[in-house]
């Protein structure tokens, strides 16, 4: 018989707030803690895989809207609602990325260094200094885990088991 796959490891609901509430007291020491709590808010707020939160196109989040339009896995899209808290920590990203950026131009909602977006080993270092401040192990905290998080909470809130499968991007329910 085939050996069966681990339980995907993930944060409880109180360890989640903590780390938002660490990121949301970070985004008061200036542009880089404002991009932070943004990108802990969208990861949550929408199981994005981290190469998908750091690659998104400005176009994405251009503008105040209520999702967003993710391109996954082999190019495929899919739509994501965005919760209160997430569209206000993106529209205080938009205000310190324009601020940031000045007259420079990107095309990265989370610019990185020489013109490329934000790099996924960049974000995940800031997490574990994040899990730190939110007295978490940071051995226990990575992108992918708030991406586990986001769905276990949903379905342990009631969710329906495809929905969670379509707004995390798997062709596959077993995934």
């Known amino acids: 018989p085939l ?3 681990p339980l995907p490891i993930y944060l409880s609901e109180r360890q989640v707030k903590a780390l938002v509430d660490a990121a949301a007291g970070k985004a008061k020491d200036g542009p880089m803690g404002v991009r932070l709590c943004c990108l802990v808010e969208l990861l949550y707020a929408s199981g994005m895989r981290v190469s998908e939160l750091v690659g998104l196109p400005w176009s994405a989040a251009a503008r105040d809207q209520e999702s967003l339009l993710i391109t996954g896995k082999g190019g495929k899209e899919r739509l ?4 209160a808290p997430a569209r ?15 007259k420079a131009e990107s095309r990265w909602l989370f610019p990185g260094i020489g013109g490329k977006p934000l790099e996924r080993q960049v974000f995940a270092l800031e997490l574990k200094a994040l899990a730190v401040s939110a007295k978490l192990p940071p051995s226990k905290v990575s992108p992918h885990v708030l991406r586990h998080s ?26």
Do not use: K, M
């Open 3 to 5: 050996a069966g796959r």
């Open 150 to 175: 986001f769905a276990s909470h949903l379905l342990a809130h009631g969710a329906d088991l495809r929905a969670v499968q379509t707004l995390l991007g798997h062709a596959d329910i077993a995934t």
């Open 88 to 102: 206000n920590a993106l529209d205080a990203w938009r205000r310190e990325r324009a601020e940031l950026l000045g």
């Open 80 to 83: 994501v609602p965005l919760g």
